[in-house]
């Protein structure tokens, strides 16, 4: 695979590209908005101010002792590295406390979905079957092929687990009454991501950072004291290290005393020129604290570096240049999300030979598919959600699930399908939806009255692959201070994105795992629940008329909730 | 002042030279061995070696992900900041454990040593005078004209801090004999440093990667498990913090309940474009994770940025663009050792303002003036160190500070300064020597056979500005492999530093500080030590044939000892 963008490495969201690609260029602004405003309201501060330029120099320089950097790939030498620092909010966000304890107090509810999603092949293919069977060199395909070839070698690990991430935005129903600040406001799910999940280590300094930024402020009597109370910790680097040590015991519990006394790993499978080493390696540093050996291992290096040991399937890791193999008891995946990584049989084959292996999955492939847009649309339709979560949520909670769902339609044949068709095909209609193909992460999103002309482009036969979704809108407007590298220093209005982090750990019943499984709430597979813990947040802010929550294209920042 | 090299920033070293400077160019290496020698030693690492790139990556990553960086000052826009990588030792290097636990023993008595002569002011001019005399227009006639001034004003504050580093090499006297790793071994001080330490932080991440570094190998089955006992932690920060937390909380308690109700601060008065932040930035943090609010002010700024605040003398610092002012508790000095910070009437302002004030200085400016190398020369000299350190140390104790004293002469016209000029110019014997300018700090050292032509340049009447110090003579070859920015991979025998941080905080009596002490041992001025901690480590390594450890000409390097 080549060198990923910027944004590729940040945010997991752009590589996932069905073609033909959107236009090249800067992500459009929200349609009533021209970018040349954007522009023109990021500049760099003012020289006569002094007191933001001691602010900037803060943040710059936290950052640079904290580790919230990028790796500026293109310029490693064999012996050199280079950074620079991510873009961050100059202020903690006001956002709504009964909204943030609403997303955490959710995730528990979340997690258990996806996970009972997750485990229900049945029900998955009925959602995804179209789409495989449309594109059969696709990347659903080529998921769906590595899941039958491991299910038909016979499934030899019954335990799975997850790092979860779920992401919500403010909504007000009625964009003009939000757009003054009033009607109905709710907490609206943008989506769900399940692989290689990202921004954990840099919400975590951003917590510390902010913390820091308004001590000195209620220090300079500027702010009152009690303000530091609305600004919260995090933990969640610390949080995954735990979850993910506690899944490498559980897999060292579950081998004979003979077997334990071999060196065994947590594998970190990575994509190659990564800027983002802020999101892996400090896992990889809190593993080896925990006393649990950590590689990491380059996708297109698995087959060379891993083998998988006959009858039982363990999985095998040699590092480079070592002649020692350790025995992999978590694959925790950080690639294998981007079609071009399939685009060869070697990409095939890399994730059967994780897949088939004994080694825990962080996740297994099910869970990976579980988080296409088709999947988010198809919990959406009535009951649905609430047929997963029957039995295992009180109805209390299944509603607070269901409400945090937007109106969400597929682009297919069905009667639901050609409502969204004919929306879609409008440019008055399409203006409130926003249009994103059915792959997991975010990006690479269509917004607004660019629908109907893209479509027009992509033709018929392939809009099974996209969603429509009703546009989340922000109900008041809050001012903000962006710094970033490209765009330099944005005042103006913003919004931003509340994303809980979740660690799950399941096993399903033996011999269950990944066979069929029954259709219909009533005969639900069994999986028994190991952990559900909710671990962090994340919290990304951008200027509000831009519709992409991009870090790395300028717009969105690393940011923290100012609690109201 | 312009914008310092990064030699300046990092190694505190090449600051303070003397008309005429030294030859320009790389530092001399070892006369036995040519520069070219070195340089082809210098590689980038074999492409063919992965075991070895991958360690590379783990350590750059380490160091991006926990601030071991240098920010790229020249580079650093309004918004953007930059940074690279520190150099490094690849691997922890062997150092006797039975020197180590030594010099950590020492410590104790090398702080009270130095508190002692630093509130001897007396003593301090009979070795210092002949300099202030000669150079009217030289630093430590601007330090003592400074001391004199603040002396005059009468003294506010008796009580005083000092974060100190002694550092050591290892030395065996048969520079031969030791070559082939024969000959009495001891402990050797290279120079004791009292104003702005350096390397607190980066020596802490170095400790945690070295760590990190080896469960690799034990977890490879290439080291021991036991390996890891030889290895230290390091915590200078947290101590760091600690020693001026306790500070401010000294200069808060000496005030009255209605003085405390204001807000007060530590004053960290910095250098402009300091390349080096990990040195200071880490310490504000921590202040601030303790309540204790800290604020940087550029030297250059103090006269525009404070102000004495008239009777008590309070120091009150007003950030740029801040309404607040902040009463000054403790002034922490990371400027004002650079003769070019003299170089106009502000300099010297700027330092009485800070001196003068109430504010507990962190250190005061004879614990300054007493880092000087003409005082470490007379401490040498028969029985003076221990007429310092007599009632307060076990005559063990002295002996053992004074086992650590190299030879070294003045160059005055003293009989051993005759003795000294003979050796400095004769090519053979001043082989063996080392001169130093008679400053604080390291750096700007002339070595062996370069002295009689460097002297010869510098004009005799000068000659009393540097002290003759016998080279000390590491006993072992040791292999290493240290990782730099500008040499790219050096392979070969090394030799490493030791520094060991203390903490000391004292209390003169009342009406005393400052004032003419007795001469002589037996009316020593009665200084009470409130504080005296040994906090942590420092640990560089460079080629052996290179004489200077400057860490940013691409010799030194950060390391961390492995104790045998």
Same mark, same amino acid.
Request: negative net charge; proline residues 11%.
């Given at each position: 695979m080549d060198e990923p963008s910027l944004e590729e490495a940040l945010d997991?969201?752009?590589? &996932?590209?069905?073609?033909?690609?959107? %236009?090249?260029?800067p992500p459009r602004g929200?349609? +009533?908005?021209?970018d040349e405003d954007y522009a023109s309201r990021s500049?760099? %501060?003012? %020289? /006569?101010d002094p007191k933001l330029a001691r602010l900037i120099a803060d943040v710059r320089d936290y950052q640079l002792t904290h580790g919230s950097l990028l790796k500026l790939v293109r310029y490693v030498t064999p012996t050199q590295t280079s950074a620079a620092s991510v873009n961050v909010s100059l202020y903690p966000t006001p956002f709504p406390g009964k909204f943030y304890r609403g997303a955490v107090a959710l995730q528990h509810s979340m997690n258990q979905l996806y996970v009972r999603v997750a485990n229900d092949e049945d029900w998955l293919y009925s959602v995804l079957g179209p789409q495989i069977q449309g594109d059969p060199e696709g990347l659903t395909s080529s998921l769906w092929d590595v899941h039958v070839k491991c299910r038909e070698a016979g499934v030899v690990q019954d335990v799975g687990c997850g790092v979860f991430r779920s992401d919500y935005m403010l909504h007000a129903e009625d964009e003009e009454a939000a757009l003054s600040g009033g009607g109905m406001i709710t907490l609206k799910q943008v989506e769900m991501n399940h692989l290689s999940v990202a921004g954990a280590y840099h919400a975590d300094n951003v917590a510390g950072m902010h913390r820091y930024l308004l001590q000195k402020r209620i220090a300079e009597r500027t702010?009152? %004291?009690? /303000?530091? +109370?609305r600004l919260l910790p995090n933990t969640n680097t610390a949080s995954l290290v735990t979850g993910l040590t506690r899944a490498h015991r559980v897999y060292r519990e579950q081998e004979s005393p003979h077997d334990r006394e071999g060196p065994s790993c947590i594998l970190m499978v990575v994509q190659p020129f &990564?800027? &983002?080493?802020a999101d892996e390696r400090p896992i990889e540093h809190g593993l080896w604290d925990e006393d649990v050996p950590c590689y990491r291992c380059e996708w297109r290096s698995v087959l060379m570096q891993c083998r998988l040991a006959d009858g039982e399937r363990k999985l095998y890791f040699r590092p480079e240049g070592s002649g020692t193999e350790f025995e992999v008891s978590v694959t925790y995946? +950080?690639?294998?999300?981007?079609p071009r990584e399939y685009a060869d049989n070697n990409g095939r084959e890399t994730r059967v030979l994780l897949e088939m292996s004994r080694a825990i999955k962080c996740p297994d492939i099910l869970t990976h598919l579980a988080t296409f847009k088709s999947v988010q649309q198809a919990l959406a339709e009535p009951d649905v959600a609430e047929g997963f979560l029957a039995g295992h949520t009180t109805e209390q909670q299944q509603s607070a699930v269901r409400g945090t769902f937007m109106h969400i339609l597929p682009l297919d044949t069905s009667p639901a399908g050609m409502e969204a068709r004919r929306i879609a095909a409008d440019l008055e209609l399409s203006d409130a939806y926003v249009l994103k193909p &059915?792959?997991?992460?975010?990006?690479?999103n269509i917004y607004r009255d660019d629908i109907p002309g893209f479509l027009a482009n992509v033709?018929?036969? +392939?809009?099974? /692959?996209y969603i429509l979704m009703k546009m989340i809108t922000p109900p008041t407007s809050t001012a903000g201070m962006l710094l970033t590298a490209e765009e330099g220093l944005y005042h103006g209005d913003v919004v931003s994105e509340l994303g809980v982090l979740g660690f799950v750990m399941w096993k399903r019943p033996r011999g269950s795992a990944g066979k069929i499984c029954g259709k219909?709430?009533?005969?639900r597979p069994d999986v028994e629940i190991l952990e559900n813990e909710t671990v962090g947040w994340t919290f990304k802010t951008k200027p509000r008329d831009v519709d992409d929550m991009s870090v790395?294209?300028?717009y969105g920042c690393f940011d923290c909730p100012l609690l109201s």
């Open positions: 997991r969201t752009s590589v &996932n590209v069905p073609a033909p690609a959107p %236009p090249a260029g929200h349609a +009533r908005v021209q500049s760099e %501060p003012d %020289p /006569e702010e009152d %004291p009690m /303000e530091l +109370r &990564n800027f &983002n080493i995946y +950080r690639a294998g999300y981007d &059915n792959l997991e992460g975010g990006g690479h033709g018929e036969e +392939r809009w099974h /692959e219909g709430k009533d005969v790395v294209k300028g």
